[in-house]
């Protein structure tokens, strides 16, 4: 009987350590998110770490990057995994303080002479952008080229090679990333600009409407100082080099 009544508390008590479980929607983006990648990626492997140690546990589910700002926003998912700010967004998301930055380099057929040198440069362009990517501000609020949207990157690149749009703009490294394990035979013919757009940091984001939006970001937060700290932050984002 003491045996029987010690094993239902012991029960009792595991299941009340257990970590709670977040929901995360991701569009798959590596090296930083993805299904097949180890960890399910770099930004998977710095979003979870942080929460694990403020007691959470992540469950992460990929889609669409529409449909993933979508869910967030209007709280079916806990988080965004990997999110850009925009003055816009912030209405609706609460962003967490940065984890990684982005460079993000406009992509042109390699005979063409372009080089980014402000959005006065882009005057009559068409360029292929990813639908509902926070490119900035300024940039979705310039109307001097046009912006023709796509579900994904390498749709983009396909109409670049093909010739119906001039340019197109990622993230330096996850592009090449992308293209070397997805589509290696686009790589050919294709340049970066020098000169980045901008420079984005990355963040994790709850939506405004998610009755938990402070709790989940202040956890993250936490736990990323944490990360911070001691070294561990640093240990994962050399896996980007």
Not at 41 to 46: K, P, V
Not at 209 to 238: K, M, V, W
């Amino acid at each position: 009987m003491r045996l029987a009544i010690s094993f239902i508390l012991l029960c009792i008590i595991n299941t009340g350590l257990r970590a709670e479980t977040l929901t995360a929607a991701a569009d798959p983006w590596p090296p930083y998110v993805g299904p097949q990648l180890a960890g399910q990626g770099l930004a998977a492997q710095i979003v979870r770490a942080a929460l694990k140690r403020e007691g959470f546990d992540l469950e992460i589910s990929f889609m669409p990057w529409a449909r993933a700002l979508r869910l967030t926003r209007n709280g079916a998912t806990d988080l965004l995994v990997s999110a850009w700010w925009t003055q816009e967004r912030s209405v609706y998301l609460h962003y967490s303080e940065p984890y990684a930055v982005n460079n993000l380099k406009f992509i042109k057929r390699k005979q063409d002479p372009f080089e980014f040198e402000g959005l006065h440069s882009l005057a009559g362009k068409r360029i292929g952008v990813v639908r509902d990517y926070g490119y900035g501000d300024a940039f979705g609020q310039a109307d001097n080229f046009q912006q023709v949207e796509n579900s994904d990157f390498l749709h983009n690149i396909r109409m670049l090679k093909a010739g119906r749009i001039d340019l197109t703009l990622e993230d330096e490294l996850v592009a090449t990333t992308i293209l070397r394990q997805q589509a290696p035979e686009q790589q050919v013919d294709i340049a970066f600009s020098q000169q980045p757009l901008r420079t984005k940091s990355l963040h994790v984001a709850s939506g405004r409407d998610n009755p938990r939006h402070q709790q989940i970001i202040s956890a993250f937060n936490r736990g990323l100082t944490s990360l911070r700290a001691d070294g561990t932050l640093a240990r994962l984002l050399e896996q980007q080099h």
